[in-house]
């Protein structure tokens, strides 16, 4: 069909086709081979999406000939829906020499519905077949009480160069001439997502016969997200400027702030010295435009900056190998715990003024002194808690 799906289109026939989750492949044979009813866990596989979690369940039930009964937690909202939807997980198939019951997204099941993860506790206990979740998240609290009846199997996100394989793969299949390394930016610029890589190879190919970088280009960020935990894998790994300078004014985060968080984990990402030097004179660079910005009030050094941390991925000369965890920049630590701080004192002392009957002024002068000698501290917050004194803004955050 011609507006087929590549995804549905070019999706593996078996195991042999399925990348980079050796581990929880081989976990989740072991736990199909030792499985009884009645007498075993359900198997909770969980990780981004994108990166094969339900592909692997239809490859296992087409590989053992079982007959696969699955749908998605979230749309099925309490606890009726649920037990109607799995009432055939006791009756044998006719046609197939068992079956898989499987749900999807079950961390996207209502926190106001406690009833629904009861049922499914139930269905686990009961199956007469093998019961297999789904989940992005399953750490949610709402799903504390499920996680003891599973066995969790956790997917790692698709390496790049699996991902670029697949899609050189799928050109080929497609009769789809790729120059230069649109296929290797294209498989960074997905951060480990092989479903979204797939589609946006689909969306630049659409009407042609060859692809190149400005194909690419032409793509922008797709909407996995525009938060900055979202684009900083591609901030370091797209190697293409243009690319890149539209993420980041796309983004929700302001370009300062992206210039500080780009600054605070680029001695983690960049692993050589001529590496992290190339960086760092890069982010230099982009600081005195930053900095002209704030002095000279001229807005159009904001757009250079843009330009020169767009070019940071070019001081990157390896492989990234396994997930980088991207921290805030110490600096905004720093200004968040100071406001909240100031808030949370203002807020003592207007409450201590009220009990003693005069000014904040007298509070921070006369008492303060007098009540850090007879509590013994001098941290307001442990004299609040001694006096029975509940901090607004610290039980807000």
């Given at each position: 069909m011609q507006n087929q799906s590549w995804t549905e289109k070019h999706k593996p026939k078996d195991f042999s086709g399925f990348l980079s989750q050796k581990k929880a492949l081989d976990e989740t044979l072991e736990w199909i081979r030792e499985w009884k009813p009645g007498k075993s866990k359900a198997l909770l596989l969980y990780g981004a999406p994108g990166i094969?979690?339900?592909?692997?369940?239809?490859?296992?039930?087409?590989?053992?000939?079982?007959?696969?009964?699955?749908?998605?937690?979230?749309?099925?909202?309490?606890?009726?829906?649920?037990?109607?939807?799995?009432?055939?997980?006791?009756?044998h198939s006719l046609f197939h020499k068992g079956k898989i019951i499987l749900l999807d997204e079950v961390d996207g099941?209502?926190?106001?519905?406690?009833?629904?993860?009861?049922?499914i506790i139930k269905l686990v206990k009961e199956s007469s077949f093998p019961v297999i979740l789904i989940a992005n998240?399953?750490?949610?609290?709402?799903?504390?009480?499920?996680?003891?009846?599973?066995?969790?199997?956790?997917?790692?996100?698709?390496?790049?160069?699996?991902?670029?394989?697949?899609?050189?793969?799928?050109?080929k299949d497609e009769g789809i001439d790729f120059q230069g390394d649109v296929l290797k930016n294209l498989a960074r610029w997905s951060n480990g997502d092989l479903r979204s890589a797939?589609?946006?190879?689909?969306?630049?190919?659409?009407?042609?016969k060859s692809i190149d970088l400005n194909s690419f280009e032409s793509l922008g960020f797709r909407e996995r997200g525009t938060g900055i935990f979202d684009i900083?894998?591609?901030?370091?790994?797209?190697?293409?400027?243009?690319?890149?300078?539209?993420?980041?004014f796309e983004c929700d985060q302001d370009p300062d702030d992206i210039f500080w968080w780009i600054a605070e984990n680029a001695s983690t990402v960049f692993k050589t010295p001529e590496e992290l030097s190339h960086a760092f004179d890069?982010?230099?660079?982009?600081d005195i435009f930053r900095s002209r910005v704030m002095k000279q009030q001229n807005w159009r050094f904001k757009a250079f900056m843009v330009d020169m941390l767009s070019s940071v991925s070019l001081a990157k000369t390896s492989e990234s190998h396994g997930y980088?965890?991207?921290?805030?920049?110490?600096?905004?630590?720093?200004?968040?715990?100071?406001?909240?701080?100031?808030?949370?004192?203002?807020?003592?002392?207007?409450?201590?003024?009220?009990l003693l009957h005069c000014s904040t002024r007298i509070v921070r002068s006369d008492y303060l002194p007098f009540l850090s000698q007879i509590t013994k501290t001098q941290d307001f917050e442990e004299i609040a808690e001694k006096f029975g004194i509940e901090l607004e803004n610290r039980s807000e955050s």
């Open positions: 094969g979690k339900t592909l692997l369940v239809e490859l296992l039930a087409n590989e053992r000939q079982l007959h696969l009964i699955a749908s998605n937690a979230s749309d099925e909202r309490n606890a009726s829906d649920i037990e109607t939807l799995f009432s055939g997980a006791k009756t099941i209502s926190g106001n519905d406690r009833g629904a993860v009861t049922s998240d399953p750490w949610k609290n709402k799903l504390k009480s499920l996680r003891n009846y599973c066995k969790l199997i956790k997917f790692s996100k698709v390496h790049s160069a699996s991902i670029e394989k697949r899609l050189k793969e799928i050109c797939i589609n946006d190879l689909q969306t630049i190919c659409k009407g042609k900083m894998p591609a901030i370091f790994n797209s190697k293409n400027i243009k690319a890149t300078r539209k993420i980041i890069i982010i230099s660079k982009a980088t965890p991207f921290k805030p920049p110490k600096r905004f630590a720093g200004f968040s715990s100071s406001r909240l701080r100031s808030a949370e004192f203002k807020d003592f002392c207007a409450q201590m003024s009220e």
